[in-house]
């Protein structure tokens, strides 16, 4: 999804810090509504904006509490 411009894909290239952190949250949300269990992707270089991206895949990934 994400990466996927980088092959040819409609995903933003990863060399588009800008692009991806813009769709980052649409995708985890959409992919969290269709009841996705498991999501791969690689975390950005931790510098500038990329820190942010990186800060926000890792809250992501965090255990959910269900009721």
Do not use: H, N, W
């Amino acid at each position: 999804m994400l990466g996927e411009g980088a092959r040819g894909g409609a995903g933003p290239r990863l060399g588009s810090t800008g692009a991806y952190a813009r769709r980052l949250s649409g995708f985890l949300r959409e992919l969290g509504q269709r009841g996705c269990d498991l999501i791969v992707g690689s975390l950005p270089a931790e510098e500038g904006l990329g820190l942010a991206i990186a800060k926000r895949l890792r809250r992501a990934v965090g255990p959910r509490l269900t009721a």
